[in-house]
């Protein structure tokens, strides 16, 4: 068992960089792979990428690949997200989530998830 929250959303213009913070409580989040999921108007839950236990392995989506960048920072039970390049199609609410095994695109496989912070990109 472990709490997420998510921080750091906001409204910004195309261009701009901006990065999202999950801090756990609860649990130990060394103890889990994290992922960052986004949902936007119209749109299903996407996979944006996710992070192993100790940060070796990253696996971003095509679409933020060379943009995004996930990092985790276990002592302080944080991981973050680091977008750069934003456009409008990034707008979303961002979402983290815990999972025990290993790093999976589906959001089946995370038993913890994060209430959201909203990434609104205005042209």
């Known amino acids: 068992q472990v709490n997420l929250a998510e921080s750091g959303g906001g409204l910004l213009q195309a261009g701009d960089s901006l990065t999202l913070s999950c801090a756990a409580s609860g649990g130990t989040i060394s103890h889990y792979t994290v992922g960052w999921f986004r949902r936007g108007p119209g749109k299903e839950r996407e996979f944006v990428g996710s992070?192993?236990?100790?940060?070796?392995?990253?696996w971003l989506s095509d679409s933020v690949k060379g943009r995004f960048t996930i990092t985790r920072d276990n002592a302080k039970n944080m991981v973050y997200l680091q977008m750069n390049s934003l456009n409008a199609e990034d707008s979303a609410k961002y979402f983290c989530?815990?999972?025990?095994?290993?790093?999976?695109?589906?959001?089946?496989?995370?038993?913890?998830w994060g209430p959201g912070t909203q990434v609104t990109v205005s042209s």
């Open positions: 989530a815990a999972s025990d095994g290993i790093i999976s695109d589906r959001p089946t496989d995370y038993n913890f």
């Open positions: 992070i192993s236990f100790r940060g070796s392995s990253t």
